[in-house]
């Protein structure tokens, strides 16, 4: 049985830092590409980031463009999300998802990626807030 699950969430002052950590049992984390996505009450699930599993490509949104850093630990099979500058609209449940292929379009001034994933994670939240 696949499960990914997802690590590190919390509640966070406005500026501070977070990171997320996503770890699998069931497959290899390694050997897919890997998004984070993120859904905040009342609206749509959205994906943030994303990297590839081969010569580590990464995609971000130009919300998060510059304040988040996605990455994998090979050694551990694991893939972060390390979150800085952290602002009160990134508040929302965070997702990791795993497929073969990380979708990537346009949409408008930053890309779009797609949900269209094979295997997801329960969420983990996270507050920015005073």
């Known amino acids: 049985q696949v499960q990914l699950v997802e690590f590190g969430g919390g509640l966070v002052q406005p500026g501070g830092s977070l990171r997320l950590s996503c770890a699998a049992s069931?497959?290899?984390?390694?050997?897919?590409?890997i998004g984070w996505f993120r859904q905040a009450p009342g609206k749509e699930r959205e994906g943030i980031s994303c990297?590839?599993?081969?010569?580590?490509?990464?995609f971000y949104i130009e919300s998060v463009k510059g304040r988040f850093t996605i990455s994998r630990d090979s050694a551990k099979d694991t893939v972060y999300l390390q979150m800085n500058s952290l602002k009160p609209e990134d508040t929302a449940v965070y997702y990791c998802?795993?497929?073969?292929?990380?979708?990537?379009?346009?949409?408008?001034?930053?890309?779009?990626?797609?949900?269209?994933?094979?295997?997801w994670g329960q969420g983990t939240q996270v507050t920015v807030s005073s």
């Open positions: 998802a795993a497929d073969f292929k990380c979708r990537i379009g346009l949409s408008g001034d930053s890309i779009y990626i797609s949900p269209t994933f094979a295997f």
């Open positions: 990297i590839t599993n081969s010569v580590a490509g990464t």
């Open positions: 069931g497959l290899t984390l390694n050997d897919y590409d």
